[in-house]
Protein backbone atom coordinates (compact mmCIF):
# COMPACT_ATOMS: atom_id res chain seq x y z
CA UNK A 1 0.00 0.00 0.00
CA UNK A 2 1.72 3.08 -1.16
CA UNK A 3 1.40 5.94 1.98
CA UNK A 4 3.00 9.23 1.78
CA UNK A 5 4.51 10.00 5.65
CA UNK A 6 5.75 13.97 6.17
CA UNK A 7 7.99 14.99 8.87
CA UNK A 8 9.18 18.00 9.96
CA UNK A 9 6.50 20.32 10.77
CA UNK A 10 6.64 22.86 14.52
CA UNK A 11 6.43 26.00 16.16
CA UNK A 12 8.98 28.45 14.84
CA UNK A 13 9.22 32.29 15.28
CA UNK A 14 8.75 35.08 12.38
CA UNK A 15 12.11 34.80 10.43
CA UNK A 16 12.68 31.19 11.70
CA UNK A 17 13.23 28.62 9.24
CA UNK A 18 12.02 25.10 9.33
CA UNK A 19 12.27 21.86 6.90
CA UNK A 20 9.57 19.26 6.26
CA UNK A 21 10.26 15.82 5.01
CA UNK A 22 7.94 13.60 3.10
CA UNK A 23 8.59 9.91 1.93
CA UNK A 24 6.90 7.76 -0.57
CA UNK A 25 7.04 4.52 1.02
CA UNK A 26 5.57 1.02 -0.53
CA UNK A 27 5.59 -0.39 -3.71
CA UNK A 28 5.49 2.18 -6.81
CA UNK A 29 6.19 1.46 -10.15
CA UNK A 30 6.44 5.62 -11.55
CA UNK A 31 6.49 8.60 -9.25
CA UNK A 32 5.80 12.11 -11.26
CA UNK A 33 5.29 15.12 -9.84
CA UNK A 34 5.30 15.99 -6.33
CA UNK A 35 4.34 18.90 -4.22
CA UNK A 36 3.14 20.65 -0.83
CA UNK A 37 0.28 22.29 -0.57
CA UNK A 38 -1.27 23.82 2.37
CA UNK A 39 -4.80 24.60 4.28
CA UNK A 40 -5.27 27.19 6.92
CA UNK A 41 -8.43 27.17 9.27
CA UNK A 42 -11.76 28.36 6.90
CA UNK A 43 -9.58 28.62 3.66
CA UNK A 44 -9.13 26.18 0.79
CA UNK A 45 -6.09 23.66 0.11
CA UNK A 46 -3.72 25.81 -2.23
CA UNK A 47 -0.29 24.87 -3.55
CA UNK A 48 2.67 26.01 -1.92
CA UNK A 49 5.37 24.60 -4.50
CA UNK A 50 5.56 21.56 -7.06
CA UNK A 51 8.32 19.88 -8.73
CA UNK A 52 8.38 17.22 -11.69
CA UNK A 53 10.57 14.11 -12.06
CA UNK A 54 12.98 16.01 -13.40
CA UNK A 55 13.97 18.97 -11.16
CA UNK A 56 11.28 21.73 -12.85
CA UNK A 57 10.13 23.63 -9.89
CA UNK A 58 7.29 26.11 -9.61
CA UNK A 59 6.23 28.10 -6.35
CA UNK A 60 2.97 30.03 -5.48
CA UNK A 61 4.02 33.63 -5.32
CA UNK A 62 3.79 34.15 -1.71
CA UNK A 63 6.77 31.75 -0.92
CA UNK A 64 9.14 32.80 -3.88
CA UNK A 65 11.99 33.53 -2.69
CA UNK A 66 11.64 32.09 0.54
CA UNK A 67 10.69 28.23 0.30
CA UNK A 68 12.37 25.43 -1.73
CA UNK A 69 11.24 21.98 -2.76
CA UNK A 70 13.81 19.24 -3.87
CA UNK A 71 13.63 15.47 -4.60
CA UNK A 72 15.61 12.98 -4.21
CA UNK A 73 13.91 10.28 -6.84
CA UNK A 74 16.38 7.58 -5.47
CA UNK A 75 14.80 7.83 -2.08
CA UNK A 76 11.55 8.54 -3.18
CA UNK A 77 11.57 11.62 -0.80
CA UNK A 78 10.62 15.57 -1.24
CA UNK A 79 11.13 18.05 1.11
CA UNK A 80 10.40 21.81 1.48
CA UNK A 81 12.81 23.96 3.03
CA UNK A 82 11.02 27.25 4.29
CA UNK A 83 13.16 30.28 5.47
CA UNK A 84 12.12 33.84 6.83
CA UNK A 85 8.79 32.35 7.99
CA UNK A 86 5.97 34.66 8.42
CA UNK A 87 3.04 34.33 10.92
CA UNK A 88 0.61 34.06 7.34
CA UNK A 89 2.71 31.06 7.05
CA UNK A 90 0.68 29.45 9.76
CA UNK A 91 -1.12 26.12 8.28
CA UNK A 92 -1.39 22.55 7.77
CA UNK A 93 0.93 21.58 5.36
CA UNK A 94 0.49 18.42 2.56
CA UNK A 95 2.46 16.31 0.95
CA UNK A 96 1.36 15.50 -2.48
CA UNK A 97 2.92 12.66 -5.08
CA UNK A 98 1.54 11.23 -8.59
CA UNK A 99 2.25 7.77 -8.54
CA UNK A 100 1.83 4.74 -10.26
CA UNK A 101 1.91 1.99 -7.68
CA UNK A 102 2.96 -1.63 -8.86
CA UNK A 103 0.90 -3.85 -10.60
CA UNK A 104 -1.23 -0.68 -12.08
CA UNK A 105 -1.44 1.73 -14.99
CA UNK A 106 -2.84 4.46 -13.37
CA UNK A 107 -1.76 7.23 -12.05
CA UNK A 108 -3.55 8.99 -9.09
CA UNK A 109 -3.16 11.73 -6.53
CA UNK A 110 -1.74 10.25 -3.20
CA UNK A 111 -1.71 12.51 0.20
CA UNK A 112 0.06 12.85 3.19
CA UNK A 113 -1.31 13.19 6.15
CA UNK A 114 -0.58 17.00 7.20
CA UNK A 115 1.95 18.36 9.13
CA UNK A 116 0.96 21.61 11.16
CA UNK A 117 3.43 24.69 10.90
CA UNK A 118 2.86 27.57 13.21
CA UNK A 119 4.31 30.85 12.93
CA UNK A 120 4.20 33.13 16.21
CA UNK A 121 5.23 37.08 15.64
Known amino acids: QVQLVESGGGLVQAGGSLRLSCTVSGQIFRLGNMGWYRQAPGKQRALVAI???????NYADSVKGRFTISRDNAKNTVWLQMNSLKPEDTSVYYC???????????????WGQGTQVTVSS
Open 96 to 110: NGRIVPSGSLVERDY
Open 51 to 57: ITSGGNT
